[in-house]
């Protein structure tokens, strides 16, 4: 099945790295899509 939003770019793992790429993502205009096995985001420096 084909997604209805075409993701430029995926991001495994929200933890700090991960963020920081989806918040440079953003603010580039590019639509992501992050997969995060925890429960939270940033969960290891909690
Ligand atoms: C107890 C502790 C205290 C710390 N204190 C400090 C500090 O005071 N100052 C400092 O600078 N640094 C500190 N660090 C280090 C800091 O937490 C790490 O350097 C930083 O979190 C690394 O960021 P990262 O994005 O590379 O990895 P992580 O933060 O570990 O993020 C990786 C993420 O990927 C997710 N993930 C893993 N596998 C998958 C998968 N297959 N699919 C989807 N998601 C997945 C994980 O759940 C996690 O959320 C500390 C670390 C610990 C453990």
Same mark, same amino acid.
């Given at each position: 099945?084909?997604?209805?939003? !075409?993701? %430029? +770019?995926?991001?495994? /793992? $929200?933890?700090? /790295? /991960? %963020? /920081?790429? @989806?918040? @440079? %993502?953003?603010? $580039?205009?590019?639509? !992501? %899509? &992050?997969?995060?096995? &925890?429960? +939270?985001? @940033? +969960?290891?420096?909690?």
């Amino acid at each position: 099945m084909k997604p209805e939003v !075409d993701y %430029l +770019a995926v991001i495994i /793992g $929200a933890g700090v /790295g /991960g %963020l /920081g790429i @989806a918040i @440079a %993502l953003k603010r $580039a205009g590019i639509e !992501d %899509l &992050a997969f995060e096995t &925890a429960s +939270a985001e @940033a +969960a290891t420096v909690r």
